[in-house]
């Protein structure tokens, strides 16, 4: 058995309103859609969505070499041959994860459906028996925030993840705004998406929050900020999670060094796919930190390759993949039910590909 044909789309999922982080606003969300076929007539999707805040990579960019370069290394392997892959795809290309992620979420879809069994079975089957989603709240007015806030907990959301923008003063008066709105007991997390980007900036604003009882804030400096985490760590109660600072295996290992994190979040997208974020996850449990599997904005594709990932590991405690419900049009259909995600028990990733629709929102297109 081995792969023989490969087909992509460049997309752009269109958001039903703008997504704004410190960093960026989104009007919709670029994605890459993969589909691999095997010579006994299986067919596997993956995706990639690249980000040059975090990966450094682009849309156009990662479609040429998705097509050019990626591709031509993995035709004519059989997808079980998972090790082989990467090790062909990282031979071939540095860097640029999305693409690799898209190629290796494809081919677990492929294992499954040959196997007739789901993803999660086989990496280790289900460790939870099931999954939650905190509702996500982007950049806005401190009033608008600490309205959406109560609206989502209205909806049934039992967590919120707040958004912010690197504007301390506003931070602060954002967060003090959502806490009093929802009550003291509501679990807050915050990510800052690096935004207060110096050492003294994020220690003020952290004690200048720490009697609002957050779950942790999340990646509050620039990526490379390992030591001054670390000095972070040592001024807080509140528990500190790293995101774009950990894209690689060496990443992990030089947080869990540094002591730069109580928890670390991991992503399909920044780390190149299901296989390698295993092996993270276990590296992150041997040295005793918990972990989130998140979100790049992704499609029903990647978001289940996400989901799927999460169940099957105890040390994955949290999952924020919530893309689906921010698209007004999506290929694919898992399902959602606030607060929890529903993994379909059929083979692979579980997700029927309406191709019809990857059509109506491809700019690009190629078969290799």
């Not at 780390?271 to 295993?278: A, F, K, M, N």
Request: hydrophobic share 40%; net charge negative.
């Amino acid at each position: 058995m081995k792969i023989i044909r490969a087909e992509i789309w460049g997309i752009h999922l269109p958001l039903k309103e703008p997504f704004v982080v410190s960093y960026a606003r989104f009007e919709s969300m670029p994605s890459i859609i993969l589909k691999l076929t095997t010579d006994t007539g299986y067919e596997g999707y993956g995706e990639a969505v690249p980000d040059e805040h975090v990966t450094g990579e682009s849309f156009y960019g990662s479609f040429a070499l998705l097509k050019k370069v990626i591709l031509p290394e993995v035709k004519g392997l059989s997808p079980f041959q998972i090790e082989e892959i990467h090790y062909r795809m990282n031979r071939a290309l540095r860097g640029n994860p999305s693409i690799k992620a898209a190629v290796d979420i494809a081919c677990f879809d492929l294992m499954g459906k040959i196997t007739g069994v789901p993803v999660y079975d086989l990496i280790g089957g289900k460790a939870h028996e099931q999954l939650s989603y905190p509702k996500v709240i982007s950049i806005g007015s401190p009033e608008k925030m600490s309205e959406a806030a109560l609206a989502a907990l209205e909806s049934g959301y039992k967590h919120l993840k707040i958004k912010l923008s690197g504007d301390t003063e506003l931070d602060v008066q954002r967060l003090r705004k959502i806490r009093e709105a929802v009550g003291a007991d509501v679990p807050i997390r915050v990510d800052v998406n690096q935004g207060w980007e110096t050492y003294e900036t994020a220690k003020r604003a952290l004690a200048q929050t720490e009697l609002l009882n957050l779950d942790w804030v999340e990646q509050p400096l620039v990526p490379e900020a390992f030591i001054e985490m670390n000095e972070l760590r040592q001024s807080t109660v509140t528990p500190l999670m790293l995101d774009e600072s950990i894209c690689t295996e060496k990443d992990l290992q030089r947080a869990i060094e540094m002591r730069a994190a109580d928890k670390i979040n991991l992503k399909l997208m920044k780390s190149g796919g299901i296989y390698p974020i295993i092996h993270m996850a276990k590296t992150a449990e041997a040295a005793g930190l918990a972990c989130q599997i998140g979100s790049m904005v992704e499609s029903s594709i990647g978001s289940a390759a996400g989901y799927h990932t999460a169940i099957a590991r105890k040390n994955i405690e949290t999952t924020e993949l919530t893309g689906p419900l921010l698209f007004s049009k999506d290929p694919g259909n898992l399902k959602y039910e606030v607060p929890y995600v529903h993994l379909a028990e059929k083979p692979g990733l579980g997700v029927d590909v309406d191709e019809e629709i990857l059509k109506d929102l491809s700019e690009l297109h190629a078969e290799v």
